[in-house]
């Protein structure tokens, strides 16, 4: 039993050293394991910037889950959407999760927003990390936006009309703008899959990039 | 010295019961979230109606003599032909060798798959190329001018 393990352990620490010589990730070990952030009787409300976290990895994990089933056609959607939370097993847990917990990534980011600016977090030097978690903001609402017309629903369908509508006001660009975000006219099809596209692989990168710029700030 | 060795057995089965507390709660919880999406993953069984028989979209004088042509059986490709000699008969349409959909060459006058050149002849027999079984055959009816291709029981 413990000459198995020594042997197992022997056989890791070989391969680490291997894959040291080569790639050389030990320069960045000692970064990864200890990083310096102030603590003070304050520090309570930036945990709720980890629940944000944690709350968006969940989101990555339950929106990959959801893509098997999904299928992101005018014909198709709700049809999937009804099939996976009557037959597919735990289906409706998993769009639930994805639902409560796109909601309550957006209250944590409001929370959290909140707690910075109000305990004045956001001075020098510390300026890049509220501009990222402010883009970050901005990527979550747009996330929660193309997300809330996937079921393809009566809702989400007029939702997302008036949603569209807003940009159309706007003076000289507004119909570019909203014939831009609706892929034509009216929502349609067209507007189905755009909106898939920007919440499946567009905004999932954005935020992802502007996660780490703002973990890796921390300070 | 003496007491020494009688507290650290305790101490050993507490730090042991403690390891074991913790690593069934991580057990537990992994298996709790990693149960669901294992279910979740595996596709729910769709109640197929077996399909033991259809009548076909095309009367028997469409399909000429020496000429195939494809049909729905069920969810699978079924192919039926008129034999040069003015005989119906009908197989299911996908090839023994990986599943592709035959055709009927009206030139070799028999039975082709192209995707690696298989060949059958009328009776469904493979005599050429990877397919490694006959096709199966189905039975063939017309009533009234329609085509209904059953099942071979």
């Known amino acids: 039993m413990t000459e198995s393990r020594s042997l197992l352990r022997r056989a890791l620490a070989e391969t680490g050293r291997w894959l040291d010589d080569r790639i050389g990730f030990t320069a960045v070990v000692p ?10 009787r304050h520090s309570f409300w930036y945990y709720i910037g980890g629940m944000a976290l944690f709350l968006f990895l969940l989101q990555i994990a339950t929106g990959i889950l959801l893509l098997f089933y999904y299928r992101p056609s005018a014909e198709g959607a709700y049809e999937s959407v009804q099939f996976l939370m009557a037959e597919v097993e735990f289906g409706w847990l998993i769009r639930s999760i994805h639902s409560w917990g796109a909601n309550l990534m957006i209250f944590m980011a409001f929370v959290h927003l909140f707690s910075v600016m109000l305990l004045k977090a956001y001075r020098a030097p510390r300026e890049i990390t509220w501009m990222t978690g402010v883009g970050l903001l901005f990527v979550c609402m747009g996330l929660g936006f193309t997300g809330y017309l996937l079921p393809w629903n009566e809702l989400a369908f ?20 909203r014939g831009l975000l609706r892929g034509g006219e009216d929502i349609s099809g067209a507007t189905l899959t755009r909106f898939y596209a920007l919440h499946v692989s567009v905004l999932p990168a954005l935020a992802f990039m502007l996660v780490e710029l703002h973990v890796l700030l921390v300070q | 010295m003496k007491s020494e060795q009688i ?20 057990g537990g919880f992994l298996a709790a979230v990693f149960y669901p ?4 993953i595996i596709p729910p069984e769709v109640p197929e109606s077996a399909v033991s028989s259809v009548q076909l979209a095309f009367a028997a004088d469409e399909v000429p003599s020496n000429t195939g042509r494809i049909f729905k059986f069920g969810t699978r490709p079924g192919i039926i032909l008129k034999t040069p000699g003015g005989e119906l008969r009908a197989f299911s349409a996908r090839c023994t060798h990986l599943d592709c959909t035959v055709q009927y060459r009206e030139d070799l ?24 079984e006959p096709l199966q055959a189905f039975d063939v009816n017309v009533r009234g001018g329609q085509i209904v291709v059953s099942v071979r029981t």
Not at chain 1, 158 to 177: K, L, N, S
Not at chain 2, 37 to 40: E, F, G, N, T
Request: glycine share 8%.
């Open chain 1, 31 to 40: 970064f990864i394991k200890k990083k310096r952030v102030p603590v003070h």
């Open chain 1, 158 to 177: 007029f939702a997302t009309r008036v949603g569209t509508e807003i940009p159309g006001v706007v003076p000289v660009v507004g119909p570019f703008v």
């Open chain 2, 7 to 26: 507290a650290s057995p305790a101490r050993v089965t507490r730090k042991r019961f403690v390891d074991w507390l913790l690593g069934t709660s991580a």
């Open chain 2, 37 to 40: 999406v294992v279910r979740y």
């Open chain 2, 109 to 132: 006058e028999h039975i082709w798959c192209a995707c690696h050149n298989g060949h059958f002849d009328l009776n469904g027999k493979n005599i050429a190329g990877p397919p490694p």
